[in-house]
């Protein structure tokens, strides 16, 4: 197979952590173009990995007709504008989580991959998770029975990341615990549960913790020291109900609680049996057999589920085939998580399927 020749647009920590190793490892992609609005970034990522040209104007990227598929890897506020302008230059696309601020922006990427027919993927890296995978074969199955209720934590003690940064200003992130992290714990339950039509969505968010920035007292700060004179309009809390065709979703997530206790982990309550996944890592299968309550913990190899997504992204641009992490299912929590924030915003349920 000829090689897919792939841009990097955002060459930050996702980029460096995951897409920039991964492509370069695959044998079947090559990394033209690294580019970032800050130069040295770009031209570390040339360093660094020996390969490609350091830019700083995307629209370098767009005029080049050799670059076949390019990684988004920018902040959240220039999602929409970037795909899409790379979509309607020809380019397939893979686009780091959220697809985008709100909901009506990732629509609009929808219709621009629908209008191009090139590939649009979000990175909902847990797709191609293997713990991820086998819980959603158990669920087909029928090992579980129906799903009736999913519970999704995601809950740190002190762990606003950058406040005052990127991170908590609404107009770049859109959102703050809730589409940064409540991304992957909602798209990881409609996955393995066959991702189930969304009807209802009941939800508070909290803005509190965080507001006093010079007083603000953490534990860790993993996106950078606190900026004293910085924005915090997001929300550090979120909970909420969320009524599907399949099983309710409860949702509990924080970046900052008064709870010196870190829960990432994910529950599927069957009717047969259930399972609790440690976010990122194993989980537990909790049944009845002979007569007898048990619980056991699965071995199997692990991969890099980031290497995998790239990997799998790459194939489908010589393939064509309409991955998991395509915009069409990426674009049903993107709606969830709108509704999150309107029933937060208006204090009523949101209906969004009678």
């Known amino acids: 197979m000829k090689p897919v020749v792939v841009a990097v647009i955002g060459c930050g920590s996702i980029a ?129 029975g129906d799903i009736l209720q999913t519970y999704v934590s995601f809950r740190c003690h002190r762990n606003i990341p950058g406040l005052g940064g990127a991170f908590t200003t609404k107009a770049i992130a859109g959102g703050g615990v809730l589409i940064d992290w409540g991304v992957h714990f909602l798209d990881i339950v409609m996955y393995c549960c066959g991702d189930p039509t969304p009807k209802t969505v009941s939800a508070e968010i909290f803005s509190k913790l965080g507001r006093d920035i010079p007083n603000y007292v953490y534990e860790s700060m993993w996106a950078g020291p606190p900026v004293l004179d910085g924005t915090y309009d997001v929300e550090e809390m979120v909970t909420g109900m969320i009524r599907t065709s399949g099983p309710t979703i409860t949702v509990n997530g924080a970046w900052a609680q008064n709870i010196f206790e870190n829960e990432m982990y994910i529950d599927f309550i069957g009717e047969k049996a259930g399972i609790r996944l440690q976010y990122g890592g194993d989980f537990t299968l909790y049944s009845v057999k002979d007569g007898k309550l048990v619980s056991e913990k699965p071995a199997f190899a692990e991969e890099n589920h980031f290497e995998t997504e790239i990997n799998r992204f790459v194939d489908c641009v010589r393939s064509g085939e309409k991955l998991a992490s395509h915009i069409d299912t990426a674009i049903i929590t993107a709606r969830m998580m709108q509704a999150i924030y309107d029933s937060a915003e208006t204090h009523r349920e949101i209906v969004l399927e009678g």
């Open 16 to 144: 460096n952590l995951a897409h920039i190793p991964s492509y370069v490892k695959n044998e079947n992609a090559v990394v033209k173009y690294f580019c970032d609005i800050i130069p040295e970034r770009a031209e570390k990522a040339v360093a660094e990995y020996g390969c490609g040209t350091a830019i700083t104007d995307y629209h370098d990227i767009l005029n080049d007709p050799e670059v076949e598929a390019v990684s988004v890897c920018t902040p959240n506020n220039v999602h929409k504008e970037i795909s899409i302008a790379c979509l309607r230059a020809g380019k397939h696309v893979l686009c780091e989580k959220p697809a985008a601020r709100i909901y009506e922006e990732a629509l609009e990427m929808q219709q621009a991959q629908h209008e191009t027919g090139k590939i649009l993927n979000i990175g909902v890296v847990n797709r191609f998770n293997c713990a991820v995978n086998r819980i959603r074969e158990y669920i087909q199955s029928g090992e579980l």
